[in-house]
């Protein structure tokens, strides 16, 4: 597959600090690059800042760039909206509270290289040792309920082709869409490249993840396992 143009999902919750300089820089590295795209930031649940006014004030100076918005809450409703819309042969959704340019630009370029394959990040590194606990301890459950061989799994950005139709078809609406992801990148024999980042850095502002969030993504998983299992015939 020949890559014409790249389409890159933003789900933006409450960002309004920093998602106009995330916007710029974006552009300045995805300018360098020899194929076409689009950003699409989507603006998602209860708006408490004025997000969605600062990425439609920026689509005037910026002709790829695509706002959209949906009030229901969470980062799975916001990457399927953006996914519908989404008109590139290479397909992208990425944390604009974590991603760099520099990260961004480094993963489309692998994935216009290997576009038979996934593309996801491996993040190496986490602010506080329970920070690491929690998410290896999320991982190790993941790869045990589904036998997967990523590590990892809600690490983005994520990048695919538009040919594998089955990740154009994901159905969870919150956190749980990256295990998703990966279980039907597992289901249907995708080629996974993981690519680490030695960055954990948030740009402004505190992780929506807390214990609470962090025991509904354990419980989540194990219930989505239930789900996969009983759609199965036999």
Known sequence: MSVRLVSVVLPVYNQAGH?????????????????DYELL???????????????????????????????????????????SQASGDLLCFA???????????????????????????NRRIRESFKRRFASLLYNLECRMLFDLPYWDINGTPKVFSRDLVHLRNLKQAGDLIDLEFNAI?????????????????????KSTTNWKSGLRMYWGAYQLRRQWTARKPG
């Open 41 to 83: 930031p989507v603006i998602n649940g209860p708006r408490r800042d004025n997000s969605l006014e600062i990425c439609r004030e920026f689509e005037k100076t910026s002709k790829r760039t695509k706002t959209f918005c949906i009030d229901q809450s969470g980062w799975g409703s916001a990457v399927q909206l953006g996914l």
């Open 95 to 121: 944390n604009s509270a974590r991603t760099s340019g520099k990260d961004l630009a480094l993963f489309l370029v692998y994935g216009s290289i290997h576009n038979d394959c996934v593309i996801k990040a």
């Open 19 to 35: 998602i106009r300089a995330v916007l710029e820089e974006y552009i300045a590295v995805l300018d360098q690059l020899p194929f």
């Open 185 to 205: 990148c597992r289901e249907h024999s995708y080629n996974v490249l993981e690519v680490p980042i030695l960055s954990s850095s948030r740009r402004t502002g």
